[in-house]
């Protein structure tokens, strides 16, 4: 199996809250990271969150942290059509930061009017 | 401006070209990265270089060659590639490359590489 998992899709209205969530296999990960990736463009940082925090909030972005569980999640506020993109979660892999990153397939996050 | 730039943003070549691909990052960083993002798939880490060392070779096929003359530049030198390599490539930099570093990666924008 993928060692970052994540829906495909996520429809939502606009104005309403986006829940992205995310399991993934390390748990001595230390940082755990989400990236937007928007059309014709690469991957940009949007928040990471150290693992000896439960929450951390940042303007309309909320991660939630579940280290017994392994469950990473983003909430975005009053969802607006700028925020349509495709959200990857990320872990540093058991090894540490030389290997890079490990990225789930992303989750396409579709705005409705 | 993204601080990792990427050229060029397209490319389409043959199975018998040869072409490169060109990254440049204005951040100070120290490692460098190649991903690949195909369709539906997870992105690939490639290729990783600290200190223009290259420090990770993720089973990639000798059809791609990287080169890092220096911390700001890396090359992806590609040659004989299959229609199956078709994909976006990323490229990335980090301040540094090591274990339990918090050094989040910078992407490019990409170029999107078909093979015909």
């Known amino acids: 199996g993928e060692d970052v998992e994540q829906s495909l899709f996520l429809s939502v209205r606009e104005g309403d809250s986006s829940v992205i969530n995310c399991t993934y296999t390390d748990s001595s990960s230390t940082y755990l990271y989400w990236y937007k990736q928007e059309p014709g463009a690469g991957l940009q940082l949007l928040t990471y969150i150290f693992s000896n925090m439960d929450m951390k909030q940042d303007q309309r972005l909320t991660v939630l942290l579940n280290k017994k569980d392994k469950h990473l999640s983003l909430r975005i506020a009053d969802t607006q059509t700028g925020d349509s993109a495709i959200y990857f979660c990320a872990e540093i892999p058991p090894g540490g930061g030389a290997d890079g990153l490990t990225f789930g397939k992303g989750t396409h996050l579709i705005i409705q009017p | 401006e993204t601080g990792v730039t990427q050229t060029p943003r397209h490319l389409v070549m043959g199975m018998t070209n040869k072409k490169s691909l060109k990254c440049e990052q204005h951040l100070g960083h120290n490692a460098m990265y190649w991903y690949k993002q195909s369709a539906k798939k997870p992105l690939e880490l490639m290729f990783v270089?600290?200190?223009?060392?290259?420090?990770e070779n993720n089973s990639v096929p000798s059809r791609f060659s990287p080169e890092c003359p220096n911390s700001s530049h890396l090359f992806l030198h590609l040659h004989t590639l299959q229609p199956e390599d078709s994909a976006l490539y990323l490229c990335?930099?980090?301040?540094?490359?090591?274990?339990?570093?918090?050094?989040?990666?910078?992407f490019g924008n990409g170029t999107r590489l078909t093979v015909t």
């Open positions: 270089y600290s200190l223009e060392e290259r420090v």
């Open positions: 990335a930099s980090s301040h540094e490359a090591g274990t339990g570093s918090n050094s989040p990666l910078h």
